[in-house]
């Protein structure tokens, strides 16, 4: 099996949306609401768009590796 395609998913709190992009994966840029939903997208987008850049590797799969962030702040309760 060839490389996985790394995508990064990132938590943007303005937009309330989780934001995915790749350096392995030309054009690819995408939000949704949920990580779950947005895990779901490169399935579809990832092999279109390697095809569309003319560099979909032969066989019959990939292997996509999402790495999700979000970041939060606590409060501290103060004694």
């Known amino acids: 099996m060839n490389k996985p395609y790394f995508i990064r998913a990132e938590w943007d709190s303005g937009a309330h949306v989780w934001v ?41 799969s990939i292997q996509v590796e999402l790495f999700a962030r979000r970041f939060s702040i606590a409060t501290l309760a103060h004694a």
Not at 22 to 37: F, K, M, N, R, Y
């Open 20 to 60: 995915a992009s790749s350096d392995d994966v030309p054009g690819l840029a995408t939000e949704a609401d949920t990580i779950e939903a947005l895990d779901a997208k490169p399935q579809t987008m990832v092999p279109e768009l390697l095809e569309a850049n003319g560099c979909l590797p032969s066989g019959e």
